[in-house]
């Protein structure tokens, strides 16, 4: 049977990889509304939208606590910390949509992420202005003064994660680029040690943005919400899709390389 007459993928990744490569409206829509991120989640600390949002639901907050210490723009260490890592991230995935993704996202579906992606960040400012009430570290002395081991860990996993989602990207549009490699898994570098090293990429950096508000049960409650969308639909129709799309090839390369996303345990 021909790859052609092989029923369709289903599924959202399946839809985006089935149709024309690129879409100015939905690339606009993604690279834009990613970029309007930070200066959103500046604003919930500088303008105290966040402090009021806790207030009214009776939790504790202080737009004291979160302007006070060495920072950026009026705020705080952790704020000026968090405001960074949502700026680098939002650059990152408008890069990405500019630049790197090799399929169509339509209007609807990039702002379902940019709404997701917003919608999460919005969680971590809260938890982290919520954090901030008890939080044992000084609000005088230097920057570095200012921040504790959940922070110094926060961005060393958000760093790695935002290199090794580029660099798998990145290699595999490289990869694909080449004519030589037309109809061919790509296999190479990050991508022979487990299937999804982009994921895992995404999973850790996002890991790193949760524990630099200081809560450690949101860390892994965010961590395993994630995990759980990848392990329950991202992945499932995305290996649908290449089993498809390759046939044996993938098979056999889900038989060298065996873990999807964390190497030794899935």
Known sequence: ?????????????????????????????????????????????????????LTSVGLRASNILVRAGPGVGGLGPIP????????????????????TKTYNYPPSTSLSV????????????????????SSPYPILGSFTDCIGWKQWVGVGLFSVGIVMELVAEEGRKAFKKNPKNVGKVYDQGLWSLVRHPNYLGFNLWRAGIALATGSLAATAILSALQLSVFYTTSIPELSDWMARKYGSQWTEYTQRVQYALIPGLW
């Open 114 to 133: 940019v709404t997701f992606s917003s919608a999460t960040n919005t969680v971590t400012t809260l938890l982290a202005v919520h954090a901030l009430t």
């Open 1 to 53: 049977m021909s790859l052609n007459s092989k029923p369709r993928a289903s599924g959202l990744l399946a839809d985006l990889r089935d149709k024309p490569p690129t879409s100015s409206a939905g690339t606009a829509v993604f690279a834009l509304g990613r970029i309007a991120d930070a200066p959103l989640q500046y604003l919930m600390f500088s303008e105290g939208w966040a402090v009021k949002a």
């Open 80 to 99: 000026t910390l968090l405001v960074g890592m949502y700026s680098v991230a939002s650059l990152r995935h408008a890069y990405y949509a500019l630049c």
